[in-house]
């Protein structure tokens, strides 16, 4: 019990605890109460300063590029992890040269880029039935939302414009239908 109490657990400070112990009467077993002095440098608190992070002074960019025809699969959901030279590239592309695009478009066309250039046709679909297959997926979650006027008369459905990105997909990228 003496080491918990050297803890400063128990202070004097504390009203309801003094009360307590004055009611109970103090064993004469226990060790002397400390001086002033002593109980001083127990409580005294020893202040640390920590830096803090440095601050960036940019403005925070929306991740992903916006939403477009409401086809859910254009946006990205998460800062894409890329490696640190390919990220580079890609932001002082966006920012330099290519300003009207952000990162995420950026990407896409070189990708699209690179299979319409180097992709047999037979490459290409077979590359187009696993993207789509991977949408599907992605839609079970994330479904695509109808586009409606104000009135609420439905403009195009969801699977227009699902169909519309698959035919999209297949005109960037050189495949004759």
Do not use: C
Not at 27 to 39: A, F, I, N, Q, W
Not at 43 to 60: D, N
Not at 144 to 154: A, L, P, Q, R, W
Request: no cysteine; glycine share 4%; charged share 35%.
């Amino acid at each position: 019990m003496a080491d918990i109490k050297g803890l400063s657990i128990f202070n004097n400070t504390n009203n309801g605890m003094k009360a307590i112990k004055d009611a109970k009467g103090q064993k004469s077993s226990l060790p002397p109460s400390p001086t002033p002095s002593e109980e001083k440098k127990e409580h005294e608190v020893q202040r640390v300063t920590i830096p803090k992070e440095k601050t960036k002074s940019r403005a925070k960019r929306s991740v992903g590029a916006p939403i477009k025809n409401y086809d859910r699969t254009h946006a990205s959901k998460q800062p894409i992890k890329l490696s640190t030279i390919l990220n580079s590239t890609s932001r002082s592309m966006v920012e330099k040269y290519e300003t009207s695009l952000n990162k995420d478009e950026l990407l896409r066309k070189a990708l699209d880029f690179y299979i319409k250039q180097n992709l047999t046709k037979e490459d290409k679909i077979d590359l187009l039935r696993d993207v789509t297959r991977d949408l599907d997926i992605f839609r079970e979650k994330n479904p695509t939302i109808e586009i409606v006027d104000e009135e609420g008369n439905v403009i195009k459905t969801a699977k227009q414009i699902e169909d519309e990105t698959e035919s999209d997909l297949r005109k960037r990228w050189g495949i004759d239908n």
